[in-house]
C-alpha cells in the first residue's frame, strides 16, 4: 500500500485549504483513513479519521472546521479544512491502517498559516 499526499501551501489565517491523499496498492484491506499533523516540536497528533462505514472522528481542536472525507473506491481521502489558524501549522501525514492494525502512512505536506 502507498499513499501520497498533495494539497498543502501557505494561506492566511481564516482561510481553507483541501488536503488529498491517494492510495495505491492492496486498498480492500484498508479499515481506517487517518490525516495527523505535525507542529514545529512538538509530536505527531490525530487530526481526523474516517473508518471503513464512514464515521468520521475529529481531534477537539479542529471539530466544526475540518471534514474528513474519501471516495467510495477509496483511492482518495481528503481533509477539508476551514477557518484555519496559526495553531494549524505543521506537516500533515496521511495515514492508512489495514485489518490487521498495519499502518501506512504517506509523505508529509507542509501547511502554514500566516496571521
Do not use: H
Request: aromatic fraction near 10%; include cysteine; charge should be positive.
Amino acid at each position: 500500500v502507498q499513499l501520497q499526499a498533495s494539497g498543502g501551501g501557505l494561506v492566511q489565517g481564516g482561510g481553507s485549504l483541501r488536503l488529498s491523499c491517494t492510495i495505491r496498492g492492496s486498498r480492500n484491506s484498508i479499515d481506517v483513513w487517518a490525516w495527523y499533523r505535525q507542529a514545529p516540536g512538538k509530536q505527531r497528533e490525530l487530526v481526523a479519521q474516517i473508518s471503513r462505514d464512514g464515521s468520521p472522528t475529529y481531534a477537539e481542536a479542529v471539530k466544526g472546521r475540518f471534514t474528513v472525507s474519501r471516495d467510495n473506491a477509496a483511492t482518495i481521502f481528503s481533509l477539508q479544512m476551514n477557518s484555519l489558524n496559526s495553531e494549524d501549522t505543521g506537516v500533515y501525514y496521511c495515514n492508512a491502517q489495514d485489518r490487521w492494525f498495519k499502518g501506512y502512512w504517506g509523505q508529509g505536506t507542509q501547511v502554514t498559516v500566516s496571521s
